[in-house]
């Protein structure tokens, strides 16, 4: 219904239907809804609403984190006037091996 909404410009009853779905699939998986959301408050220009719903996903465990979750989270950070923090999230790289990010090597301090 939220994708019906956006394709006929009514902005804010896409916005009412993705919210409506994350609070009844708040103990599922709500994340695609939350990165959905997300999208159409960038393109809409609310750029702290957008981030403010990523933070919930950075909450959640790593394995959980979506497919193009920390572009969509450095755009957001961009967008927001905080670029370091931005090209920090491009620039962490899993370690399969653990379930926390960590720093590449050649930017950590010896």
């Known amino acids: 219904m939220a994708y019906i909404e956006y394709k006929e410009n009514h902005y804010q009853k896409a916005l009412g239907f993705l919210e409506q779905a994350r609070a009844v699939r708040q103990q ?8 959905n959301e997300a999208r159409l408050l960038i ?14 996903i950075k909450q959640k465990p790593i ?4 497919k193009g979750y920390r572009r969509l989270m450095a755009v957001t950070l961009m967008r ?7 090209v920090a999230v491009l620039m962490l790289q899993k370690d399969f ?3 926390t990010w960590k ?8």
């Open 63 to 66: 394995n959980l984190w979506p």
């Open 80 to 86: 927001n006037n905080r670029l370091s923090e931005a």
């Open 43 to 56: 393109l809409h220009k609310h750029y702290e609403k957008a981030l403010k719903l990523l933070s919930i």
């Open 28 to 35: 599922d998986n709500d994340i695609p809804y939350i990165m």
């Open 97 to 99: 091996g653990q379930t």
């Open 103 to 110: 720093q590449p090597k050649y930017l950590s301090q010896q």
